[in-house]
């Protein structure tokens, strides 16, 4: 497998009520905050897969980062143009500050994958998580039923295993939803709701839930 670089979309956008001296300050952090006067500084990076059938692996990943970003499905040649309409959509409509980061955190021959988490910062905070793997022949995102070999009982019996530190909103495994998967060295991320998150990872060690996984995929690592 070709280690793959951290990042497909990197860039830190800040809105402040003071002139800026830098405007790429952080290639992992992408922050809006609402103050009474607000200047924009931000720069982006845009990292694709390194093989497979890209166009329509690239077309299904740019969809993926503008619903990550709440915008509409554009086809973006630059990132920038993309990140404005986010952070000025959010402030039209969001309250406080957001914080985005998006990265590429796995890749081999069939498959490559993103994960994103946002942070909404206001009287309370929000967190939501989303991993994604597309298949790299024909660019589609790989669900669920691709990735497990047993019934949704069982999955949410294997994210209540792995739940690790999380707080839940409910107090037994049959209260989970698991929404979407996706690969990462060494574990399968199920995401779910969870106490104030819209989105969390249950981190599912892979070498442990090999009997759960369909042969497709169950020798990805």
Known sequence: ???????????????????FSQS????????????????????????????????????????????????PHRDFSDANVLLRLAADSFLVNGHGQREVKIERTYEDERCVTFQAWITDKDDETWHSADCASFNKEDGHRITLDEIFNCDEAQIKQLMWQYRGDLKLDVDAPEGLLPVNAGFTDGWVIVIGPAYHRTGAEFKLRYMNILEYLKSDYSGYY
């Open 1 to 19: 497998m070709q280690k793959s670089k951290f990042y497909i979309l990197t860039f830190f956008l800040l809105l402040t009520n003071t002139a």
């Open 24 to 71: 790429f300050l952080n290639t992992r952090d992408y922050s809006v905050k609402r103050t009474p006067s607000q200047q924009k500084a931000f720069s982006a990076e845009i990292e694709y897969p390194i093989s497979g059938g890209q166009r329509d692996v690239i077309t299904n990943i740019r969809a993926w980062v503008c619903d990550i970003l709440d915008v």
